[in-house]
Structure formats: structure tokens, C-alpha cells
């Protein structure tokens, strides 16, 4: 019985009958030891006994019958069901080698072949490695990335079957084929790089590692939309001056009001959002350059939240607003100055967008997850000698991650090395609580927006259930986090630790294994963005870590003369030495601090873009107060990085005065921008015992703005612009960073 019920398996497919035995031959002898002499000796002696002619054609109809035969005395029904699927997969292999590799070929008869191939069951029998490997090459160009650094390492982790799975969630125009994009290739990847389909799986990360449920709106949705609308200039105009790049985005918004997708394009984002049904989403820019080796884009495009609740038109409306913003995000001129930085201009950079549910939970009127951050597999940032960089560090929020990649107000991220994860920069209980989140970003949803809310009012509002594992409470003096769940809890006293979920939970090391298995197959530092809600941590975003340039171990020189010192810092070093620099930028901190009007804030920014643009090619270091790039221009000057990424050297002076001292940049998107620039990041903190600052030569030395740029003359008493050889005795600067040591200096001297 179970050789004919074999046999009626394999007469469903009679054409593969004879590439069926060809495998069953091959098995037999693996696994059997049968080889194909002793299957011939055998078939003779049968025709023999049965005074038959051994004829070739009656040869093989026994061999045929033994190998069979051999093949139900020695396995097991589901094995060889195993064994002639993978006859039919070999067929249709040869199938999709032939469609992917056929000049313009459709989108449309690929997936018919890809999708041929996957409905065999997966099973555990696989297809010649390298046809396999050829076609991955071949579908991955053609749906999800066509940048040569991510296909080498693409091809030996994403399957024939994740495409499949990432065509069968795709969206595309009916008239133009696409991409998934850098970010949805990258989030991809690294699902498969650590949870392997092919690969033994660690069981640890099966249950504690997921992906939010993923969308993805192809580029060809954006060739379409541009194309509806005659926006065709758009494409070209990214050659343009920055400011006529400017002026024309200043027009942008007016122009997408109008601007509409085709009527065929909006039934399917229609019949999506009926599918998905009524839930957050985040709608994040894709774009075919986004995410890849050596340039981020960090932060460059649009990613938006949306409620996606109520009417279906009003969801419609809201979700094809979401859109434009992240499509019209492509022709902001920071990228386009990002891209001509990196002779990337002349790419012909396309949008896609990455359409995820957001990872969390309703609590009232609120939706948002646990915690959230992003973690680094090389750590920059080490404010002790004990902490080992090649460990990695982690940025950690309460709610969404938002407040842990951008530069926001007064707030502060819980910073973690992975080598020592409860050890702090701060020294005592009232430090810990003053440097600790204080506001948590959460959507609105019947606002459908973004807010930030105050963490204390927040908790009083609402019942997290697992808010044991995120504070800690202040008890005369002493931070501690809650002995059990539901303990009753002071709010005033508590403040954001996250102690017990670093030592209750395996989050920390589920996140070192992510980190290694990535930066491994990378072969380079990677960072990952990431949510956790309901014991799970989402994967939500992987690149690789730009780093700054290895240096050799900087030694700062000694007898410099007191007068001579500029500076002198001593926390948040990284590795540098930056000689020779020739002008000084100076945004007297008090000066700023003391302007109360928003607009004249805004227009400091201004100022320090223009010097940018006129010391383009000079040697030159920007310091000022707080936070460059500040969310928050109270606490720093709102720049962008077309603002300052000419200078060499980025410092942030720090007077406490206020009783706040400026969060550490790394980890955020404005960071990366710098390390891609080669710009050394300065922290100085003048009150604190072993840092200085020479303010009196930074005021008192030539201010020379009115005579460069004499538009900018009001703003003399606040930006200054120091020639420093005509200042310094005809010295220049030198600016040497010790991260080992944790220690920095700049000074004059001659050149060198």
C-alpha cells in the first residue's frame, strides 16, 4: 500500500517521473548505501529469474520498480513526499531562472513564477545552492534593492520565499515596476540575518524577536504620482543653486495640495486600508538610496504617524496626505545637499514607503509602546575606562522611540553600555533624577497626532501595567525600583530608570546577540531602532554605523601655556585631532540665552548657515550654547545639516547656570550626520571642576561678521567670527581629542 500510494503522489506530476528517480537514486546511496551498480545487479537478476530479455528498455522499467520499492522499505512517508517535492521545485526553479533572467520581463510574470515555486511546501529537501543563490541575486534587484554592498550580503540570508512573502504584501502601480527601498530591505535583512530560515534558530530570540507587520508602497507608486501630476522638473531641479533648491521647496506644499494619485492607485490604498482595518500607522520613507553602506540618510526623509481611524474617506484622505509628505520629503534640500556631498546626485533616487502598524498599545486616548530606542554595536560614547566600546550602547525611552533618534528638548534618553549596563555617568540619586526622561512622546489618536507628554502627568492618567520594570523611586535620597508589580508607587519621587527591566528581563541579552549577529554579517558596526511592548522587542529599523576614521591613540601635549589653552574638556571625548584651523565660529551662549523672541532665535541659525556657505573650503570650528540642532531652540540653535557641515569641529558649550547641561548627541541622527561629515563633536562643561573655556579672548578678539557678511550685522553681539591668526599672534588652532583617557584640549600654536 504505501508503494502505491508513492506512486499515485508521483503520477500527479508524470513529466517528473524520471528527475523523481534521479533523486531517489541519489538518496538511496546517501543514506542507504544502494548504489546504482547494485540497483542494476538486482533488476538483471529479476529479469533473469523471470526469463525476461535484459533488453535496455526492460532494464530500466525494473531498476525503475527496485528504486522505488527501495525507496518505502527505507524512509517513510513524509520523507519521500519530501523527495518528490523537490523534484517539482527544481522544475519550477528552472522556470523562474528562466523568467528573472528574461530582458524586460514584467513584474507582473515574475510573481506568477516566484509564486509558482513557493505554493510547493518548503519542507526540508532545497533546491542546488547556487541556482538558488543566482535567482535570490536576481529577485532581490528586481523587488527590493539594486545597491551591489547590500545584494552581497542580501543573498546569502534573505530566501526565495522571504521575496515571496514581500511581493505577496507589495503595492505597486499598474504601470511602472519598483522597489521596496533601503530602509524595508535593511529592517528585512536583519530579520533573516538573526532569525535564519535556512539556519539553526536560537529559541530564545524566536519567542522574544518580531518584526511589526509590514507594508511596502514600491517606488513605482512614486514614478506614477509624479508622472499624474507632471512634476517631471522635479527631477532635474536637484541641480540647482541651494537657494533657488530652497525657494522652490518653500512652494512644494502648495503644489502636492492639489497634486493627486491616479484614480486606479487610490482603489488600492483603499482596499489596504480595509485590510489592515482600523489601527496606527506609520507610514516611513524607503527611498532606493536610504540605509546603505557609507550613507545613512539619517533623518533625511519623512517618516508619519497616522491615526488611521473613522470614515473610510476621511482614513483615505489622511493616509494619502501621509504620503505626500514622505514623496515630497525627496526634494528637501537636505538630502539633495546629502547626495551631492557623496557624488550621489546623479542617481535617480526614488521613494518608496514602508507602511507599518505601529508597535504598542491604547491606554485611554493614548497608543504607544513600552520603550523604545536605538542600540549600536560599537560604542563611541564611554565616559569610564571600564566600558568596552566593541560591546556596543544602547539609547532607551518610555514610549516611542522618537524622543532616543532626534535631538529634543530637555530631556534625556537612558544611555546604556552593553558592557556595563547599570553603570552611569551620574554620581547620586538627585543627578540620576535631573538627567532622566522627562516627557514621553505618545500618538494622540483622536487627535491623530504626535504629542509629548509630561512623564508624571502621564502615569497619573493612566495604569501601565508594566511601569514596575521602568522607575525607580527616590527613598531619602536613594534611587530604588520596585520589589513587585503593583506596588503602590509615589509618582513625585519616581523618575525613568528602567532598572528592573535591565535585570528582570532578557532584553539585554537578546539585544547582544542581535548586535553580534548583525555586525558579524555586515562585517562592519551596525545600529538598529527598536520598540517593546507586551514582552516582545520589535525590530524596526538596521543600518551600519558610520564611524569616524580609526585613529591612532591621541597624546595630548604637555607645558602648553596657560594662555595659550582655549579649552580644556573632559566628558563625552571621542578620538580626534583636527590641526590648523583658521577661523572661529563663537555663539556666545549668554548672549543667546538672554533673546526671548522666537524668531530672532530662529534667525541665529541663519547666520551660522551663511558663515557655513562663505567658509566652505577654509579650515573652521563652530562652537556654541547647548545643543546644536536642538529640537527645543531654547536650548540650542536650530540648525540643519546644510547649517554646519563645512566646519571641522562642532563644540557645545555647556554653562549651568540654568541647572541644565546638554544631552550627549550620540546615537541621534544629527550625530551620524556629523560622523559622516568627519566632524569631531565637543562637549565643554566650564563649570566643572577640571574643564575651562577662554571666553574672555572668544569676546574680545576681532569680531569680523560686519565685514564679511554685513547683512548679518545686528547679529554681531551674539555670533562672532574670529580670524585667529590676526587674534592669536599669528598662531592657528589645534584642536586633540583622547577618548581613552577622556580627555581634550585646543590650543594656539603655529601651524603644524
Known sequence: ???????????????????????????????????????????????????????????????????????VNHFDEEEIEQYINLARKEDRLKNLIKVVNTEGVTSIRIKKALRDFCEIPEGNTYVSPSEAEGVRVALIHHFISNQLPFMGIAKHHIT??????????????????????????????????VLPRLAERDPELENYLAIPESYYFNSGVFSDFMDYNNLHEFHTYKYKSREDIEEIYQRLPAVMEIAAFPPDMVEIFRKFLEEVGECPLILRSSSLLEDNVGHAFSGKYDSVFIGNRGKMGERLEEFIRGLKSVVMSTMAPAPILYRKERNLLDFDERMSVLAQKVVGRH?????????????????????????????????????????????????????IPISHPLLRPEV????????????????????????????????????????????????????????????????????????????????????????????????????????????????????????????????LPENIPKDQILFINSRGVTNGLVTNIEYLVYVDPRAYNRITGYGEKAEIGHVVGDLNRFLAGKRYALFGPGRWGSNDINLGVKVGYPDINKTLILGEIAFEADGSTPEVSYGTHFFNDLVEADIIPIAIYPDQKGTFID??????????????????????????????????????????????????????????
Open 160 to 193: 526565495i520565499r522571504d521575496v515571496d512573502e514581500i511581493v505577496e504584501r507589495s503595492y505597486w502601480s499598474p504601470r511602472y515596476p519598483g522597489r521596496i527601498g533601503g530602509k524595508a530591505a535593511g529592517l528585512l535583512l536583519a530579520y533573516r540575518i
Open 428 to 555: 547620586d540619586a538627585s543627578q540620576i533624577q535631573k538627567y532622566s526622561q522627562k516627557t514621553v512622546d505618545v500618538l494622540y489618536v483622536e487627535k491623530k497626532r504626535l504629542e509629548s507628554i509630561a512623564f508624571l502627568d502621564l502615569i497619573r492618567e493612566i495604569d501601565h501595567p508594566d511601569l514596575h520594570l521602568a522607575i525607580s523611586v527616590n527613598q531619602d535620597g536613594n534611587l530604588a525600583a520596585p520589589m513587585f508589580k503593583g506596588q503602590n508607587i509615589d509618582p513625585i519621587r519616581s523618575c525613568l530608570t528602567f532598572q528592573n527591566f535591565l535585570t528582570q528581563t532578557p532584553f539585554l541579552s537578546v539585544m547582544e546577540r542581535i548586535l553580534g549577529k548583525l555586525e558579524n554579517a555586515y562585517g562592519r558596526p551596525v545600529d538598529v531602532e527598536f520598540a517593546i511592548d507586551g514582552g516582545k522587542l520589535y525590530l524596526l529599523q538596521c543600518r551600519t554605523l558610520s564611524l569616524r576614521k580609526e585613529l591612532e591613540p591621541v597624546t
Open 1 to 71: 500500500m504505501r508503494a502505491y500510494r508513492m506512486y499515485q503522489k508521483m503520477m500527479r506530476y508524470p513529466h517528473l517521473a524520471e528527475a523523481m528517480r534521479k533523486i531517489f537514486r541519489s538518496v538511496l546511496l546517501e543514506k542507504a548505501s544502494i548504489s546504482e551498480a547494485q540497483i542494476r545487479e538486482n533488476a538483471e537478476d529479476a529479469l533473469r529469474r523471470e526469463n525476461i530479455t535484459p533488453a535496455e528498455e526492460n532494464l530500466q522499467e525494473y531498476m525503475d520498480a527496485i528504486i522505488d520499492l527501495e525507496l
Open 363 to 415: 491606554f485611554g486616548g493614548y497608543f504607544f509602546p513600552f520603550a523604545a530606542g536605538v542600540a549600536f554595536s560599537f560604542n563611541a560614547y564611554t565616559w569610564s575606562s571600564r566600558i568596552n566600546q566593541d560591546d556596543g550602547l544602547i539609547r532607551l525611552v518610555f514610549g516611542l522611540g522618537t524622543r532616543a533618534v532626534d535631538r529634543v528638548g530637555n530631556d534625556y534618553p537612558r544611555m
Open 695 to 752: 571666553e574672555e579672548f572668544l569676546l574680545k578678539a576681532e569680531n569680523r561678521l560686519t565685514v564679511e557678511l554685513p547683512e548679518h550685522s545686528r547679529h554681531a553681539p551674539i555670533v562672532r567670527l574670529i580670524h585667529v591668526p590676526a587674534s592669536a599672534s599669528g598662531h592657528l588652532l589645534h584642536i586633540y581629542q583622547d577618548a581613552k583617557n577622556q580627555k581634550g584640549m585646543g590650543f594656539f600654536a603655529a601651524h603644524s
